[in-house]
């Protein structure tokens, strides 16, 4: 069985810049951050780019490494997915469309599907890849409306939380960092490239290269994604929509 479209099922189961921009000398206040992180939304309403997902972790086996192929679409307001490949051949296909995400193991026929709907989410290093999550985690979704529950500064990032949530951005105004919380502890937490943002509309709309990792967990991923394109809202149902998708590939769905 290959590692990555493993690592992806076993999560359902158990779980264009190249240089540096320079920093402000004072931290961006949340309000300007607020409104920054409006301007990059709207810039990635339907956008699809391609990537590679590289897989790191450790078990009793010693030390593991995997990577793929990736293609990735985002359409606002809660639709993403994650197309998994190796060597031309599809293995895993990982989608969210609001409170619901999806994995499917392309790897057998049928089709295997499990869905997680939000708030049981399986415990494990891999949450931090659950689609339903991984929008926030990579700096793309608007804050919420309502003023965090804590504010703090580490360094040079100024850090907000709201409840389950939290976001840390640099002195350029963009997402540095974000972690998703399960009470205090940190189920999963990213890391995004300064170097490696890519432009859309003008702007530095999409990070270029996500860290991602929890803490409890001995295993890493990293998201790199290179040549954003929009696309037409609704024209690709058939990878954002799981009742489309379900129509199109009619998979087995397994608890």
Known sequence: ???????LVAMAVAGAGCCTVPQASVPVAIEEFRSAQA???????AVSATGTLELRWRDGDGAHFESADAQWWIERPGSM???LKKLGERMALAGCDGERAWVIDLRTKPARLRTIERGDEPEGWAQALLPMHLAWLMGMEPLPASEPDRRWQEGDLS???WAGRAIAWDRSGRPSAARVLVGARIAAESALDAGQWRTIGGIDALPGHCSLRSPDHDASADLFLY?????EPGSKDKLLRLGAIREAIRPEVVP
Do not use: D, Y
């Open 1 to 7: 069985m290959n590692a990555v479209a493993a690592a």
């Open 81 to 83: 997915a994650l197309l």
């Open 159 to 161: 850090w907000a939380q």
């Open 227 to 231: 040549e954003p394109s929009a696309f």
């Open 39 to 45: 301007a990059r939304v709207e810039r990635t309403a």
